[in-house]
């Protein structure tokens, strides 16, 4: 049985002259993460925010913070981040900026966080296998990431698959990119349960239904892939 499913609303999408605002209206709509993409210009094309963006967040809401370093060498910032936010929030880290991840894992462990790992869409899950009890969360990537609005890539749903098949139940499963109606429905049926959106709460008329229509979309597509199971 896998975890309760969650909506992460990424900032990547959010107006940034008008974030506070931006961060209230989700906290209202009951979102359950706030996912903070943090990027470098190196291991992604795009430059983004830093642990004193985060500080700036952590000071305005109380909702669990998922912030997604993707940059090179993440065993240096880890400490920053963590001073910016607090126990409860997550960090998470690519598996391919380092070869030493049970190393950063334990790092992240150490400052009081939750500790994940994320999966370009082309890295496979062999790599992080033998990470999975270490760990609170895996981020599948259902776009290259490095910017918003990108369409969601259809061959990761079997790594999602893959992953649920074998993680420990109380474990995240979290997937980001490309997320729509139809395909919430699609990563949660694999077996995810965390769904990172940007574009599709932000970039709507009405962000506090978008929220309510992912979350039950992929409620719906849960009970489905149970149905089946009990059915198989």
Same mark, same amino acid.
């Given at each position: 049985m896998q975890p309760a499913i969650k909506i992460a609303a990424s900032i990547l999408g959010a107006n940034p002259v008008r974030l506070e605002e931006e961060i209230k209206k989700i906290e209202l709509a009951g979102i359950d993460l706030i996912h903070i993409d943090v990027m470098?210009?190196?291991?992604?094309?795009n430059i983004t925010m830093g642990p004193f963006i985060v500080e700036g967040i952590r000071r305005i809401t109380n909702v669990p913070l998922d912030i997604h370093l993707m940059i090179e060498h993440p065993e240096r910032y880890v400490n920053a981040f963590a001073a910016a936010a607090r126990a409860g929030d997550l960090i998470t880290f690519h598996r391919e900026t380092t070869k030493e991840p049970k190393e950063i894992i334990a790092l992240i462990k150490k400052t009081g966080l939750k500790a994940g790992v994320s999966l370009n869409p082309d890295t496979p899950t062999g790599t992080v296998e033998d990470l999975l009890d270490a760990l609170d969360?895996?981020?599948?990537?259902? %776009?290259? @990431?490095?910017? $918003?609005?990108? /369409?969601? =890539?259809?061959? %990761?749903? @079997?790594?999602? $698959?893959?992953? /649920?098949? =074998?993680?420990?139940?109380?474990?995240?499963?979290?997937?980001?990119?490309? =997320?729509?109606?139809?395909?919430?429905?699609?990563?949660?049926?694999?077996?995810a349960n965390v769904i990172v959106a940007a574009s599709a709460i932000f970039k709507t008329d009405d962000p506090c239904g978008a929220i309510k229509t992912l979350r039950q979309t992929a409620e719906q597509a849960v009970k489905m892939r149970c149905t089946q199971k009990a059915n198989a």
């Amino acid at each position: 049985m896998q975890p309760a499913i969650k909506i992460a609303a990424s900032i990547l999408g959010a107006n940034p002259v008008r974030l506070e605002e931006e961060i209230k209206k989700i906290e209202l709509a009951g979102i359950d993460l706030i996912h903070i993409d943090v990027m470098d210009g190196h291991f992604v094309p795009n430059i983004t925010m830093g642990p004193f963006i985060v500080e700036g967040i952590r000071r305005i809401t109380n909702v669990p913070l998922d912030i997604h370093l993707m940059i090179e060498h993440p065993e240096r910032y880890v400490n920053a981040f963590a001073a910016a936010a607090r126990a409860g929030d997550l960090i998470t880290f690519h598996r391919e900026t380092t070869k030493e991840p049970k190393e950063i894992i334990a790092l992240i462990k150490k400052t009081g966080l939750k500790a994940g790992v994320s999966l370009n869409p082309d890295t496979p899950t062999g790599t992080v296998e033998d990470l999975l009890d270490a760990l609170d969360m895996v981020l599948v990537m259902s %776009v290259n @990431p490095g910017f $918003a609005g990108q /369409r969601f =890539i259809p061959k %990761v749903l @079997p790594k999602i $698959a893959r992953l /649920r098949s =074998i993680a420990p139940d109380e474990m995240d499963i979290e997937v980001d990119g490309g =997320i729509t109606t139809e395909t919430v429905s699609q990563a949660a049926q694999q077996g995810a349960n965390v769904i990172v959106a940007a574009s599709a709460i932000f970039k709507t008329d009405d962000p506090c239904g978008a929220i309510k229509t992912l979350r039950q979309t992929a409620e719906q597509a849960v009970k489905m892939r149970c149905t089946q199971k009990a059915n198989a």
